[in-house]
């Protein structure tokens, strides 16, 4: 048994819900920056720490991550004002450089190169946005970067503007931007974009954001000129995502409230300086996404009556008449780019990528085919575009640029990456199983070909379930060092994911949670009636959503696996909705203050359901001290009663990372670390012998 530092549990601190006292010991840990909680954090990292340090196979490990992550890695090109633009990574910069050249056959220029921005590399590129006109030739046309900083993995963001053929800033200066993007107006002179009002000094990375306001930032002004666009004072719960249409002539407001995937549909005709917003999609009844628009014809993707989305169209002349176009298919339908003068469709089918083409009055034309069964990702660009790229990955196939010629209607090899590691090795195959319910649930499996099912691999079952979000196939080089370690690899599709549309999606929320947690059990069940592993071999592994999934499954069924690699998890779901966008997340889990709906989170919460004496898996839990999204003290609160409740010998450990957040545009160095430690954790605990060599 570790001797875990000491945790204060405090037994004053009890909460009344609904007349039941819920007991809160830890509640000292939320305040972040406490001299109590500094403390906390630094002996915790310190026991981590020393117990990955003495894992022998720990710096092999991390030297084989680094091998394989030393690949370039480019992003598919677009094309603005006569350029292209494309990002690159050399292998292991922390953070990928933006680039710019006149063709693709031209010599390439480092326009914007993050790594410059903090000697660590946690200053990452939070989004871009081209300044567009309505002639590709205009002077202004291509002329304007803008573009966004996150710092420490935050979710706030800075924007700048730089000029791209100087290659200098402009002083604009724009703060305090969370959930935004930015769109340029055609003439080029400035942009819409969103933000919250400046929070109290040292709450922003803890208080609750509402009131969301969509500003115009004009060129050469400062912040405080910029113009409110649109605001709802009687909306506290209401964001704001502006896009202007390709022609220029509306502003798209998307109207969303919380992650609830349900949505209005604003616009403003920019053509008319004092034009009004007006309200097009009124109600919060389904989800709607601007497609694109001929005149006063706008297509809208939306899954109104049609639980897979389908494509319709509204005249903004008769605003109350819907005209299907495409329509609901038995695949779900993901996105829909307009390109060619034709509509590209992305659809999944049992969670893989298939994409169609229509023609604008919804006739099929044809399939576009793959390399294989993976995921795609790409098909942007402008309406009489007649070139576009796409992305192509699976678990085994990492990322690989294709350019797709619509007059040719074929795709031709674009860049191909070189990873030190032989894809052959291993085999892919995707499996469906019964959950307890009876439900049928599709899991992908990967692992070295030709696997004998002997009932004793070490297998890590990944999953998330939640938000609608599908998990398709992906590369990763993390992955790849799992596979040579011997490890098995399984992926199910869960409920509360987006893989079979909106109904699939809400079979996971709220009331019906416990059956994301069913499935998830299921599938390790399977894996183990299969032959696959055994429960001293299985190990569980999930970040955010997927590490409530990960927490309410270990604490439910502790004897059915061996390890758990919980990351930046939701844990306490009685408080989750008090801190930063927490609030956002109650029409995915529901809110403690409704009493059914207390019920069924009280009877989860893997905070709230940890029993003393009882034998948990060995655990690795991972935050960061900057993470804004799912606060850390979600992670603090339960690492503190995981280790107090621990009443086996199997390791109780939590790795919280410095000037990090959530996840995004963390930097390659930390990437690796945490991967290795992820794996040295494993490596350890499930007795894996490896000499450190690939396959």
């Not at 919804?362 to 795609?376: C, F, K, N, Q």
């Not at 690699?565 to 889990?589: C, N």
């Amino acid at each position: 048994m570790l001797n875990y530092p000491p945790s204060y549990p405090d037994p004053t601190v009890v909460d009344i819900y609904h007349g039941q006292p819920v007991p809160d010991p830890y509640r000292w840990l939320e305040d972040l920056d406490s001299e109590q909680t500094r403390a906390w954090i630094e002996a915790q990292n310190h026991l981590t720490f020393n117990y990955l340090q003495q894992i022998p196979a720990r710096q092999r490990i991390r030297e084989r991550l680094t091998q394989l992550w030393n690949y370039e890695k480019y992003s598919q090109p677009f094309k603005e004002g006569g350029r292209y633009f494309y990002f690159k990574n050399d292998g292991l910069q922390n953070q990928s450089v933006l680039y710019t050249q006149e063709s693709l056959e031209g010599q390439a220029r480092v326009l914007l190169d993050p790594n410059t921005f903090s000697e660590d590399g946690t200053v990452a590129l939070a989004g871009i946005a081209i300044s567009r006109a309505r002639d590709s030739g205009a002077e202004h046309a291509g002329r304007y970067l803008a573009y966004g900083l996150s710092r420490s993995g935050s979710d706030w963001q800075e924007w700048k503007v730089r000029d791209i053929e100087t290659g200098e800033d402009l002083p604009d200066h724009l703060r305090w931007v969370k959930f935004s993007g930015a769109s340029w107006t055609l003439d080029g002179q400035g942009f819409f974009y969103s933000r919250y009002d400046e929070p109290a000094p040292g709450s922003e990375y803890e208080s609750a954001n509402y009131f969301q306001k969509l500003y115009y930032h004009r060129l050469g002004t400062p912040q405080s000129q910029d113009t409110l666009v649109y605001h709802r004072p009687d909306q506290k719960e209401w964001g704001f995502a502006g896009g202007v249409t390709e022609d220029g002539n509306y502003l798209i407001i998307s109207v969303w409230r919380g992650t609830d995937p349900k949505n209005l549909i604003f616009y403003k005709d920019l053509r008319d300086p004092q034009s009004p917003v007006v309200e097009l999609i009124r109600e919060f009844e389904a989800e709607y996404s601007f497609v694109g628009n001929d005149g006063s014809r706008f297509w809208l993707l939306t899954d109104c009556q049609a639980p897979r989305r389908r494509l319709v169209a509204i005249d903004l002349e008769q605003p109350d008449q819907v005209q299907e176009v495409i329509p609901e298919a038995e695949e779900t339908l993901q996105g829909v780019s307009l390109i060619n003068n034709q509509f590209v469709a992305f659809y999944l089918k049992d969670a893989h990528t298939q994409i169609k083409t229509f023609a604008l009055d919804g006739t099929y034309l044809g399939e576009i085919p793959l390399p294989g069964l993976g995921s795609a990702s790409g098909f942007g660009g402008k309406r009489y575009d007649t070139e576009t790229f796409y992305t192509f990955t699976s678990f085994t196939t990492p990322p690989t640029i294709y350019r797709y010629d619509f007059t040719s209607g074929t795709s031709t090899l674009f860049r191909q990456p070189q990873v030190d590691f032989n894809p052959q090795a291993y085999e892919v195959q995707q499996v469906f199983y019964t959950s307890k319910d009876g439900t049928r649930i599709p899991m992908f499996l990967v692992h070295r070909r030709g696997l004998a099912r002997t009932g004793d691999h070490p297998t890590l079952l990944y999953g998330y379930g939640g938000f609608g979000i599908s998990l398709t196939p992906s590369f990763s080089v993390g992955l790849v060092a799992w596979l040579e370690m011997g490890g098995v690899y399984a992926q199910p599709n869960l409920r509360g994911g987006g893989e079979y549309g909106e109904e699939w999606h809400q079979a996971g929320t709220k009331l019906n949670k416990q059956k994301v947690f069913d499935d998830f059990i299921a599938a390790a069940e399977w894996l183990i009636a299969h032959g696959y592993t055994n429960p001293a071999k299985l190990a569980i592994s999930g970040g955010s959503n997927g590490g409530l999934l990960v927490g309410a499954c270990l604490v439910q069924r502790p004897e059915l696996f061996a390890a758990a690699l919980p990351a930046v998890g939701v844990f306490d779901m009685l408080r989750f909705h008090k801190f930063t966008i927490g609030w956002a997340w109650i029409s995915e889990y529901g809110s403690p203050e409704n009493p059914e709906e207390f019920k069924a989170l009280y009877a989860y919460s893997p905070l709230h359901n940890l029993k003393p004496g009882t034998a948990y898996p060995a655990t690795l839990i991972t935050t960061a001290d900057h993470d804004d999204r799912v606060v850390p003290a979600h992670s603090f609160k339960f690492a503190a009663a995981l280790q107090a409740a621990q009443g086996g010998s199997q390791p109780i450990l939590i790795r919280i990372d410095t000037k990090a957040g959530h996840g995004a545009g963390k930097p390659t160095s930390k990437l690796i670390e945490e991967a290795a430690d992820r794996w040295a954790f494993l490596v350890q605990v499930l007795g894996i012998p490896w000499d450190g060599t690939g396959s």
